[in-house]
């Protein structure tokens, strides 16, 4: 039987109207029309597209008229739409949805195309003629098309000759749903859609298709037939949020689920799937549904999927996103098409959920624990030992890494403790106890300290340190897309990446078998989380450029020598990585220096002296922090770690924030620009050019370039070695090397005014600009002839301050006055003798408080001392005014005297003052030299308590004619520790818990050192009893506190001449053993140094972790002897006096204190006491 077709229209048919509709750049029907000012109108994508190849705020080219024009902000949305194109698309629609309801029945004269012979599956319904599929994309290009099988729900008898056989199980879908539907699509730019055929049309990348209707009770289900299965079939279907990427297949991303064709594999939400059901070709249909009936408790829902109408599985249970869930279609081969069948209702034949899917794709694991998806590992080792077990590491076999790109991610939960963490690639075959990249056959870096470890333990710099919330990512790149790469020694591109940002690309060689993701997890609590299959192509641009880069990098830095940047010897660098002295306040990671502290300072030393060789480094600014207080410099060796480079003497120093140099002051003077994140910062040390005996020059450079000419410095007498400071909170920088350089200019700098005084009187300066000298005639009657100085630069303002003056000659009298003024105060007067001043007076230790009359205060000063001043102030305050109250205090060498003075702010604040009244009188300032210790100390003062009372007895009977007489007897020899008088005068209050710890009766009564109880002595021949039965052991001295042993006498039987006191018995003292880091006695354990000659530490030393990079053997008294051949398999070092031998492992052996940390607990250990000798 024959039926008649209408003749297909000729390309020639289409009306002008339908020209009008046509976009010129991409030669599609209309999106969102967009008009330029030339009158000339496009589809918003396509504008977009000019706009991202012409480049950021670049004018585009018309592509009709060639006109310039300049898109607002980039923002291709703020052109003006295209209104009489949208009244022509929105007639047209309504012209298709008239057409489809008045279809007339077709009739069929000839199953073959006339133009294609192909077959006549299709119809047009502007030329209400049946067409192939060819004419859909040719002649019918821009007709709206529909397939026959979908149409013909009204004729049945349509192409029934065809159908032959039992009929596959197929629900009916509304037409005009589908209509409806075909109208919501959000199309990627990799995907085509020509009425309800859906086509691939990118070249690598994965296109997808996201109906914008989401899934509902009666509408729960949707269906596609694979029309042409292209290169691979590599088409998967499924459902998703709203927000879901259309470059990503369904169920690779979180929220997503889906099934491919191509393997039959299920993928929830991860790029590693499970075998869930057959593979599709072409002309098999791929159905998904969401059983919205099912109650799987709040937010959750199962969904299902189905091949040629057979479902392939129990359902998936799955939470419900906030949105709901959207169909997807993905492809990913040239060629593939795919037709949209419709929606409908259709429940699942099994309304059981398959909770039990298991898609961990970790085929080997070691010491971690999966969670419920699969792809969340937490560590549950013990750490990371000195040999490197226990290390928790998974690697899958089923990704392995082949031709094309890769990709994959963890992104760390908690980093645990320590934050020892590493991702890379392994061959299959690499053992899981050892730390990728630490032997042949991987690579990988560690997110801790940042460095990349490619075959070996010695990692080179190459990233930032990763932290809690980090995306990290490694990925692989064939370098020849046609060679296979699971051939042994093919090279290849590996890369990493940090927050989806290209950090580094190295290139290597393949082990037999080929790459593998590899994990490893080293703290205590780190739980982090994979995803797989993440490339992107942003990922292969940011590539390509860190590829070209690195090639072309030599070649450039010939070329345009703008920044001059040395190069670093990475040998070098390891090696001094591996000498550093840090500071309280600092971390290091690697190559990465970073603040650790709350408001000191906090400083990073390089233990290696600058030489002729290496008389250069540089550090790059990484993070600038709050306030990017960071400084480098040079200084002495015993350069304190809690001041900024140039504060403190024999030190100098270039500051970022305010582009200051500090030479031995802390008073600065402008020197360069500012820095700040991205810019490096480089010191130097000019050895060759010749400026006398003992003297060098220092310079410094920012970018290279240097900032100022060299400053002459006297060079200590063991060298000057790098510092780094900082003093902001997260503040990082990164340790780029050591190098030779000369500077650009070998003639110093020593015209470099870095005097801080702005107003004086009688006195002149010394080189340094910090030295004063006097040079009146002294002191007259009237008061006349002060030498002073003030610095107006230097304000007390907010927080805390304090400046000192070291007397290096006191003159004839030692009358030198240390204090706060206004800055009108006159400078004929002495600090502190009238109204607006206070000052400290170090000829008669009294304090002077706006008039002439002084109150006893504090010691007398002579030659040598230092003096200082400082002020107290409320954080909370945030400027000085007139009125406020502050506390203003005095030092000694150090330490805090007498009690903080409460006075009012004069108008526009305090200023230093110091004043000089002696012939030959000379001092030294520092400033900004507040410290820890000064806190603490004034602190304590603030909020001591009353001290515990603690009788005693006399043996003097005169005490109280004493009183009568009312006169004060000295302590010889004796000095107050508290203020500092000496000798101490009047009641003498002894320490019973401190060694040598003193009292006068005003620090006594001002309940300083009120945590231990005191000994009253009246005078020095009073006999003290800590009770009746304990008496004095005559000529007997304890050998720890080198007190005389009241009491119970504790004597050694082993060592000559050696006795306790009853306070310290418990703290064992090793004869003539001093500690190498505090230089007193050792007492208690002992840690000798396994590897470096006579190193010894006490405990407190120990705790502080110093000289860490050696094992340390502890001793716990002077009489443990050493078990000779035996080594601690705990610590690494020899074992003293007990020693646990393991019964059941072959020769291991701990110590008494990895014993007491509970080392290797789960085995029985053997006690051996005494050595053990072979006697042959």
């Given at each position: 039987m024959?039926?008649?077709?209408?003749?297909?229209?000729?390309?020639?048919?289409?009306?002008d109207?339908?020209?009008?509709?046509?976009?010129?750049?991409c030669?599609?029907?209309?999106?969102?029309p967009?008009?330029l000012?030339?009158?000339?109108?496009?589809c918003?994508?396509c504008i977009?597209?000019l706009?991202?190849r012409?480049?950021?705020?670049?004018?585009?080219?018309?592509?009709?008229?060639?006109?310039?024009?300049?898109v607002?902000?980039?923002d291709?949305?703020?052109?003006?739409?295209?209104?009489?194109?949208?009244?022509?698309?929105?007639?047209?629609?309504?012209?298709?949805?008239?057409?489809?309801?008045?279809?007339p029945?077709?009739?069929?004269?000839?199953?073959?195309?006339?133009?294609?012979?192909?077959?006549?599956?299709?119809?047009?319904?502007?030329?209400?003629?049946?067409?192939?599929l060819?004419?859909t994309?040719t002649?019918?290009?821009?007709?709206?098309?529909?397939?026959?099988?979908?149409?013909?729900?009204?004729?049945?008898?349509?192409?029934?000759?065809?159908?032959?056989?039992p009929?596959?199980?197929?629900?009916?879908?509304?037409?005009?749903?589908?209509?409806?539907?075909?109208?919501?699509?959000?199309?990627s730019s990799?995907s085509?859609?020509r009425?309800?055929?859906?086509?691939?049309a990118?070249?690598?990348?994965?296109?997808?298709?996201?109906?914008l209707e989401p899934?509902?009770?009666l509408l729960?289900?949707?269906?596609?037939?694979?029309?042409?299965?292209?290169?691979?079939c590599a088409?998967?279907?499924?459902v998703?949020e709203?927000?879901?990427p259309?470059?990503?297949?369904?169920?690779w991303?979180?929220?997503?689920?889906?099934?491919?064709?191509?393997?039959?594999?299920?993928?929830?939400?991860?790029?590693?799937?499970?075998?869930?059901?057959?593979?599709?070709?072409?002309?098999?249909?791929?159905?998904c549904?969401?059983?919205?009936?099912?109650?799987?408790?709040?937010?959750?829902?199962?969904?299902?999927?189905?091949?040629?109408?057979?479902?392939?599985?129990?359902?998936?249970?799955?939470k419900?996103?906030?949105?709901?869930?959207?169909?997807?279609v993905?492809?990913?081969s040239?060629?593939?098409?795919?037709?949209?069948?419709?929606?409908?209702?259709?429940?699942?034949?099994?309304?059981?959920?398959c909770?039990?899917?298991?898609?961990?794709?970790?085929?080997r694991?070691?010491g971690?624990?999966f969670?419920d998806?699969?792809?969340t590992?937490?560590?549950?080792?013990?750490?990371?030992?000195?040999?490197?077990?226990?290390v928790g590491?998974?690697?899958?076999?089923n990704?392995c890494?082949?031709r094309g790109?890769?990709?994959?991610?963890?992104?760390?939960?908690e980093?645990?403790?320590?934050?020892?963490?590493?991702?890379?690639l392994?061959?299959s075959?690499y053992?899981?106890?050892?730390?990728?990249g630490?032997s042949?056959?991987?690579?990988?870096?560690?997110?801790?300290?940042?460095?990349?470890?490619?075959?070996?333990?010695?990692?080179t710099?190459?990233g930032?340190?990763?932290?809690e919330?980090?995306?990290?990512?490694?990925?692989f790149?064939?370098c020849?897309?046609?060679?296979?790469?699971?051939?042994?020694g093919?090279?290849?591109?590996?890369f990493?990446?940090v927050?989806?940002?290209?950090?580094?690309?190295?290139?290597?060689?393949?082990?037999?078998?080929?790459?593998?993701?590899?994990?490893?997890?080293?703290?205590?609590?780190?739980?982090?989380?994979?995803t797989?299959?993440?490339?992107?192509?942003?990922?292969?641009?940011?590539?390509?450029k860190?590829?070209?880069?690195?090639?072309s990098?030599?070649?450039?830095c010939?070329?345009?020598?703008?920044?001059?940047?040395?190069?670093?010897d990475?040998?070098v660098?390891l090696?001094?990585?591996?000498?550093?002295?840090?500071?309280?306040?600092?971390?290091v990671?690697?190559?990465i220096?970073m603040y650790?502290?709350?408001?000191?300072?906090?400083?990073?030393?390089?233990?290696e002296p600058?030489?002729?060789?290496?008389?250069?480094?540089?550090?790059e600014?990484v993070?600038r922090?709050?306030?990017c207080?960071?400084?480098?410099?040079?200084g002495?060796?015993?350069?304190?770690?809690?001041?900024?480079?140039g504060?403190?003497?024999?030190?100098?120093?270039?500051?970022?924030?305010?582009?200051?140099?500090y030479?031995?002051?802390?008073?600065?003077?402008?020197?360069?620009?500012?820095s700040t994140?991205?810019?490096?910062?480089?010191?130097?040390?000019?050895?060759d050019t010749?400026?006398?005996?003992?003297?060098?020059?220092?310079f410094?450079t920012?970018?290279?370039?240097?900032?100022?000419?060299?400053?002459?410095?006297k060079?200590?007498?063991?060298?000057?070695?790098?510092?780094v400071?900082?003093?902001?909170?997260?503040?990082?920088?990164?340790?780029?090397?050591?190098?030779?350089r000369?500077?650009?200019?070998?003639?110093?700098?020593?015209?470099?005014?870095?005097?801080?005084w702005?107003?004086?009187?009688g006195?002149?300066?010394?080189?340094?600009?910090?030295?004063?000298?006097?040079?009146?005639?002294?002191?007259?009657?009237?008061?006349?002839?002060v030498?002073?100085?003030?610095?107006?630069?230097?304000?007390?303002?907010?927080?805390?301050h304090?400046f000192e003056?070291?007397i290096?000659?006191?003159?004839?009298?030692?009358?030198?006055?240390?204090?706060?003024?206004s800055?009108?105060?006159?400078?004929?007067l002495c600090?502190g003798?009238?109204?607006g001043?206070?000052?400290?007076?170090?000829?008669?230790?009294?304090?002077?408080?706006?008039?002439?009359?002084?109150v006893?205060?504090?010691p007398v000063?002579?030659?040598?001392?230092?003096?200082?001043?400082?002020?107290?102030?409320?954080?909370?305050v945030?400027?000085?005014?007139?009125?406020?109250?502050?506390?203003?205090?005095?030092?000694?060498?150090?330490?805090?005297?007498?009690?903080?003075?409460?006075?009012?702010?004069?108008?526009?604040?305090?200023?230093?003052?110091?004043a000089?009244?002696?012939?030959g009188?000379k001092?030294?300032?520092?400033?900004?030299?507040?410290?820890?210790?000064?806190?603490?100390?004034?602190s304590?003062?603030?909020?001591?308590?009353?001290?515990?009372?603690?009788?005693?007895?006399?043996?003097?009977?005169?005490?109280?004619?004493?009183?009568?007489?009312g006169?004060?007897?000295?302590?010889?020899?004796?000095?107050?520790?508290g203020?500092?008088?000496?000798?101490?005068?009047?009641?003498?209050y002894?320490?019973?818990?401190c060694?040598?710890?003193?009292?006068?009766?005003?620090?006594?009564?001002?309940?300083?050192h009120?945590?231990?109880?005191?000994?009253?002595?009246?005078?020095?021949?009073?006999?003290?009893?800590?009770?009746?039965?304990?008496?004095?052991?005559?000529?007997?001295?304890?050998?720890?506190?080198?007190?005389?042993v009241?009491?119970?006498?504790?004597?050694?039987?082993?060592?000559?001449?050696?006795?306790?006191?009853?306070?310290n018995?418990?703290?064992?003292?090793?004869?003539?053993?001093?500690?190498?880091?505090?230089?007193?006695?050792?007492?208690?354990?002992?840690?000798k140094?396994t590897?470096?000659?006579n190193?010894d530490?006490?405990?407190?030393?120990?705790?502080?972790?110093?000289?860490v990079?050696?094992?340390?053997?502890?001793?716990?008294?002077?009489?443990?002897?050493?078990?000779e051949?035996v080594?601690?398999?705990g610590?690494?070092?020899d074992?003293?006096?007990?020693?646990?031998k393991?019964?059941?492992?072959?020769?291991?052996?701990?110590?008494?204190?990895?014993?007491?940390?509970?080392?290797?607990?789960a085995?029985?250990?053997?006690?051996?006491?005494?050595?053990?000798?072979?006697?042959?």
């Amino acid at each position: 039987m024959t039926h008649s077709l209408p003749t297909p229209c000729s390309p020639d048919d289409r009306g002008d109207e339908d020209e009008d509709l046509i976009c010129p750049v991409c030669q599609e029907e209309f999106k969102d029309p967009k008009f330029l000012p030339c009158h000339h109108y496009y589809c918003k994508d396509c504008i977009q597209q000019l706009v991202t190849r012409a480049g950021p705020r670049t004018p585009i080219s018309c592509p009709e008229c060639r006109t310039k024009t300049e898109v607002p902000n980039d923002d291709v949305s703020q052109l003006l739409p295209a209104f009489f194109v949208n009244k022509l698309l929105d007639k047209r629609k309504r012209e298709k949805l008239k057409m489809t309801s008045s279809l007339p029945a077709p009739t069929v004269s000839s199953a073959v195309c006339a133009l294609h012979s192909g077959v006549l599956d299709h119809f047009c319904t502007q030329c209400k003629a049946p067409i192939c599929l060819d004419c859909t994309l040719t002649v019918h290009k821009h007709h709206a098309c529909y397939s026959l099988e979908t149409l013909t729900g009204s004729h049945p008898s349509l192409f029934a000759e065809q159908r032959k056989g039992p009929v596959e199980p197929q629900p009916s879908m509304d037409v005009n749903v589908k209509l409806r539907i075909l109208q919501r699509l959000s199309v990627s730019s990799n995907s085509l859609v020509r009425g309800d055929i859906f086509m691939y049309a990118g070249k690598r990348e994965v296109g997808v298709v996201k109906i914008l209707e989401p899934m509902s009770p009666l509408l729960n289900y949707f269906e596609y037939e694979i029309v042409d299965r292209g290169e691979k079939c590599a088409i998967g279907i499924g459902v998703g949020e709203l927000e879901y990427p259309l470059d990503r297949m369904p169920g690779w991303n979180e929220k997503g689920i889906g099934y491919h064709a191509d393997d039959g594999y299920l993928y929830n939400q991860s790029g590693f799937g499970i075998q869930l059901g057959p593979t599709s070709t072409k002309g098999d249909r791929m159905g998904c549904g969401v059983d919205f009936d099912t109650d799987l408790g709040y937010g959750y829902v199962s969904v299902f999927f189905t091949r040629n109408g057979q479902q392939v599985s129990k359902p998936i249970k799955m939470k419900r996103p906030t949105h709901g869930l959207y169909p997807l279609v993905g492809m990913h081969s040239k060629g593939e098409k795919v037709r949209y069948l419709g929606h409908c209702r259709r429940l699942p034949d099994s309304v059981q959920p398959c909770t039990s899917v298991d898609i961990s794709p970790w085929v080997r694991s070691n010491g971690v624990k999966f969670l419920d998806d699969g792809l969340t590992l937490e560590y549950c080792g013990e750490g990371l030992q000195p040999e490197g077990q226990d290390v928790g590491a998974a690697q899958t076999l089923n990704y392995c890494m082949e031709r094309g790109n890769h990709h994959f991610e963890m992104v760390i939960q908690e980093s645990g403790k320590g934050g020892m963490l590493a991702i890379g690639l392994a061959s299959s075959t690499y053992p899981l106890h050892l730390c990728p990249g630490s032997s042949i056959g991987s690579i990988a870096y560690r997110t801790d300290n940042g460095l990349l470890y490619r075959g070996d333990e010695q990692g080179t710099p190459f990233g930032s340190v990763c932290t809690e919330g980090d995306t990290v990512g490694c990925g692989f790149q064939q370098c020849d897309d046609g060679v296979p790469v699971r051939a042994q020694g093919h090279e290849c591109n590996v890369f990493f990446t940090v927050n989806h940002q290209v950090i580094g690309a190295v290139q290597c060689s393949l082990p037999e078998g080929g790459f593998y993701p590899f994990v490893a997890l080293l703290s205590l609590g780190a739980k982090v989380k994979v995803t797989f299959d993440t490339w992107t192509s942003y990922l292969e641009r940011a590539l390509s450029k860190v590829i070209a880069v690195k090639n072309s990098q030599a070649a450039k830095c010939k070329e345009s020598p703008v920044e001059r940047q040395p190069s670093m010897d990475v040998n070098v660098k390891l090696r001094i990585l591996q000498r550093l002295s840090i500071g309280r306040n600092s971390l290091v990671r690697g190559d990465i220096f970073m603040y650790a502290g709350d408001r000191e300072v906090g400083v990073v030393k390089i233990l290696e002296p600058m030489s002729p060789l290496l008389n250069y480094f540089e550090y790059e600014i990484v993070d600038r922090g709050e306030k990017c207080a960071i400084g480098i410099g040079v200084g002495e060796l015993e350069y304190p770690l809690d001041r900024m480079p140039g504060w403190n003497e024999k030190g100098i120093g270039y500051h970022a924030d305010d582009g200051y140099l500090y030479n031995q002051s802390g008073f600065g003077i402008q020197l360069g620009p500012t820095s700040t994140k991205g810019d490096r910062m480089g010191c130097g040390v000019d050895f060759d050019t010749d400026l006398g005996y003992g003297y060098v020059s220092v310079f410094f450079t920012r970018n290279g370039q240097q900032v100022s000419k060299p400053i002459k410095m006297k060079r200590p007498t063991h060298g000057l070695y790098p510092l780094v400071g900082m003093h902001s909170k997260g503040e990082k920088v990164r340790y780029l090397g050591h190098c030779r350089r000369l500077p650009d200019s070998v003639q110093p700098c020593t015209s470099v005014d870095i005097s801080p005084w702005v107003r004086s009187n009688g006195v002149k300066f010394l080189d340094d600009g910090l030295t004063l000298e006097y040079c009146g005639e002294g002191l007259q009657p009237e008061g006349q002839d002060v030498g002073a100085a003030q610095t107006l630069n230097y304000c007390m303002e907010r927080g805390n301050h304090h400046f000192e003056m070291v007397i290096q000659e006191s003159g004839k009298g030692g009358m030198l006055a240390i204090g706060l003024a206004s800055s009108t105060y006159p400078l004929h007067l002495c600090p502190g003798s009238s109204i607006g001043s206070i000052a400290y007076r170090t000829d008669n230790g009294l304090l002077y408080r706006g008039n002439e009359q002084g109150v006893a205060f504090g010691p007398v000063c002579a030659k040598g001392d230092i003096v200082g001043c400082g002020i107290q102030c409320d954080n909370a305050v945030l400027e000085q005014r007139q009125g406020h109250i502050c506390n203003v205090f005095f030092t000694k060498n150090g330490k805090v005297i007498g009690k903080p003075v409460q006075c009012s702010v004069p108008e526009g604040g305090f200023y230093p003052f110091v004043a000089l009244l002696s012939r030959g009188a000379k001092f030294r300032a520092t400033f900004d030299s507040w410290t820890r210790d000064i806190e603490i100390a004034l602190s304590k003062i603030s909020l001591v308590k009353q001290a515990p009372v603690v009788s005693y007895v006399s043996t003097d009977s005169s005490r109280a004619e004493e009183e009568e007489d009312g006169e004060k007897v000295l302590h010889l020899g004796v000095t107050c520790d508290g203020c500092g008088q000496q000798p101490l005068c009047g009641t003498r209050y002894k320490c019973t818990v401190c060694p040598n710890y003193d009292l006068c009766e005003r620090c006594k009564r001002w309940r300083c050192h009120s945590e231990h109880p005191m000994t009253a002595i009246n005078r020095p021949q009073d006999t003290i009893y800590y009770k009746k039965e304990e008496v004095l052991h005559p000529g007997v001295r304890c050998d720890i506190c080198s007190e005389p042993v009241y009491g119970t006498r504790y004597k050694c039987t082993v060592c000559p001449d050696y006795d306790l006191c009853v306070r310290n018995v418990g703290n064992i003292s090793h004869p003539n053993i001093y500690c190498d880091g505090c230089k007193g006695p050792v007492c208690g354990t002992r840690y000798k140094c396994t590897v470096c000659f006579n190193y010894d530490l006490c405990e407190q030393c120990r705790r502080k972790r110093r000289h860490v990079e050696h094992p340390m053997t502890a001793i716990k008294s002077p009489g443990d002897r050493c078990h000779e051949g035996v080594k601690c398999d705990g610590c690494g070092g020899d074992v003293y006096g007990t020693r646990f031998k393991c019964l059941e492992c072959y020769d291991y052996d701990l110590c008494w204190e990895c014993q007491g940390k509970g080392f290797h607990s789960a085995h029985k250990l053997k006690i051996i006491k005494e050595p053990l000798y072979r006697i042959d």
